[in-house]
């Protein structure tokens, strides 16, 4: 960036006044690289850094054995263990919830009757039975922890199993709101199904630690975040790595930096303002060859999830549009028009696709 401030002051336009770093100098890689320390979670695992922070923060521990296993289904008691270490309550002077299966004395008395107290299972159990060893679904955990942490909202998600008159609509749509969960699929949730330990924990551990949360609009990567994208559909298998390397938010330099490198392109309408993002990609392995890399495929988005109308400019050099092969990787860059007060717009990156990553320009 101190390339850029120079070169603008004196006007001067060479390619490498836009501050770009290679794989090497960004700041966070949202890849796993490491397994877990337990035999059966491998490397790369999906869940591996959720598993990670519930061991740091003493809320889950593995088996003597060395192993996490991670496909168990989880009881009722083992979650509220695992909530209890996690909110710290008090567990003095609570209420005698009046169960039929847990009743003072018992092992578990004084969590559960806190729990219970705190409005956490009361929901749940029936017939003054809190049944214990009962295994915990989908719907439930999203309740659970709902209310645990007081989570709301409705996301723009919405799941065909968990209709709005579904008893668990509102605790399934305020984990989906907050980038918690996004289903089994597209459009299921699959509520009934039984919850094991690998997926109450990578739940809780995003309840707990936002930083942990999947790249979504309201929880958008930041410069010098590299984000990996690895999937398949209609349109073949992908897998690469992007992220934004620099920005230029502040409008008047620019429009600066545009005007020196194109000075056929227009200011910008009154109101608006040009900003500058440039993109590292790396294309690992692609079934289609070559992989077809576009700055078209990047949209600007006001805070409100509104679009920003397009303007067309001819971006400077090197810009972000070629051809890539397997293992191939290039920087450049990205512009757009966005509002005059907007410090800090948000880019999209093939919205409404599988690929679908939002970054945050700052």
Same mark, same amino acid.
């Given at each position: 960036?101190?390339?850029?401030?120079?070169?603008?002051? *004196?006007?001067?336009?060479?390619? %490498?006044?836009? %501050?770009? =770093?290679?794989?090497?100098?960004?700041?966070? *890689?949202?890849?796993?690289?490491?397994?877990?320390?337990?035999? +059966?979670?491998?490397?790369?695992?999906?869940?591996?850094?959720?598993?990670?922070?519930?061991? %740091?923060?003493?809320?889950?521990?593995?088996?003597?054995?060395?192993?996490? &296993?991670?496909?168990?289904?989880?009881?009722? $008691?083992? =979650?509220?263990?695992?909530?209890?270490?996690?909110?710290?309550?008090?567990?003095?002077?609570?209420?005698?919830?009046?169960?039929?299966?847990?009743?003072?004395?018992?092992?578990? /008395?004084?969590?559960?009757?806190?729990?219970?107290?705190?409005?956490?299972?009361?929901?749940?159990?029936?017939?003054?039975?809190?049944?214990?060893?009962?295994?915990?679904?989908?719907?439930?955990?999203?309740? $659970?922890?709902?209310?645990? /942490?007081?989570?709301?909202?409705?996301?723009?998600?919405?799941?065909?199993?968990?209709?709005?008159?579904?008893?668990?609509?509102?605790?399934?749509?305020?984990?989906?709101?907050?980038?918690?969960?996004?289903?089994? %699929?597209?459009?299921?949730?699959?509520?009934?199904?039984?919850?094991? &330990? *690998?997926?109450?924990?990578?739940?809780?551990?995003?309840?707990?630690?936002?930083?942990? &949360? !999947?790249?979504?609009?309201?929880?958008?990567?930041?410069?010098?975040?590299?984000? !990996?994208?690895?999937?398949?559909?209609?349109?073949?298998?992908?897998?690469?790595?992007?992220? $934004?390397? @620099? =920005?230029?938010? +502040?409008?008047?330099?620019?429009?600066?930096?545009?005007?020196?490198?194109?000075?056929?392109?227009?200011?910008?309408?009154?109101?608006?303002? /040009?900003?500058?993002?440039?993109?590292?990609?790396?294309?690992?392995?692609?079934?289609?060859?070559?992989? @077809?890399?576009?700055?078209?495929?990047?949209?600007?988005?006001?805070?409100?999830?509104?679009?920003?109308?397009?303007?067309?400019?001819?971006?400077?050099?090197?810009?972000?549009?070629?051809?890539?092969?397997?293992?191939?990787?290039?920087?450049?860059?990205?512009?757009? *028009? =966005?509002?005059? @007060?907007? !410090?800090?717009?948000?880019?999209?990156?093939?919205?409404?696709?599988?690929?679908?990553?939002?970054?945050?320009?700052?």
């Amino acid at each position: 960036m101190k390339k850029l401030l120079s070169s603008l002051l *004196v006007l001067v336009l060479v390619l %490498s006044s836009f %501050s770009m =770093v290679s794989a090497s100098g960004v700041k966070e *890689v949202k890849v796993t690289t490491a397994a877990a320390g337990f035999r +059966d979670i491998p490397q790369n695992y999906w869940a591996e850094e959720e598993i990670q922070y519930l061991i %740091s923060q003493k809320i889950i521990n593995g088996y003597s054995d060395g192993t996490f &296993r991670p496909n168990d289904k989880l009881s009722r $008691i083992q =979650v509220a263990l695992m909530i209890q270490r996690a909110k710290g309550y008090s567990e003095t002077n609570r209420p005698n919830p009046n169960l039929t299966d847990i009743k003072p004395g018992n092992k578990y /008395y004084s969590l559960v009757a806190t729990l219970m107290d705190e409005g956490l299972f009361s929901h749940l159990v029936k017939n003054r039975t809190f049944d214990p060893g009962k295994t915990v679904t989908r719907a439930e955990m999203a309740s $659970i922890l709902a209310k645990a /942490y007081n989570l709301t909202g409705v996301s723009t998600k919405q799941f065909y199993d968990v209709p709005s008159n579904h008893w668990a609509y509102k605790f399934v749509q305020a984990l989906a709101a907050n980038d918690i969960t996004y289903g089994t %699929s597209e459009t299921t949730f699959s509520p009934n199904q039984e919850v094991n &330990r *690998v997926q109450f924990s990578a739940f809780l551990a995003r309840t707990l630690n936002e930083d942990l &949360r !999947e790249n979504s609009m309201t929880n958008p990567a930041s410069v010098g975040e590299l984000w !990996e994208f690895k999937g398949e559909d209609w349109n073949g298998y992908r897998h690469y790595q992007i992220g $934004i390397t @620099d =920005v230029i938010t +502040d409008g008047d330099m620019a429009w600066e930096f545009i005007k020196q490198a194109k000075p056929y392109n227009q200011p910008a309408p009154a109101g608006k303002k /040009y900003v500058l993002a440039a993109f590292y990609f790396k294309l690992i392995k692609s079934d289609n060859q070559p992989f @077809d890399l576009d700055y078209i495929n990047i949209d600007a988005v006001k805070k409100n999830g509104e679009l920003y109308d397009y303007f067309y400019i001819d971006v400077p050099e090197p810009d972000l549009r070629t051809e890539l092969y397997n293992g191939q990787e290039f920087e450049g860059m990205a512009a757009f *028009v =966005v509002d005059e @007060d907007d !410090e800090a717009p948000l880019l999209v990156w093939k919205r409404n696709w599988a690929d679908q990553i939002w970054f945050e320009m700052k």
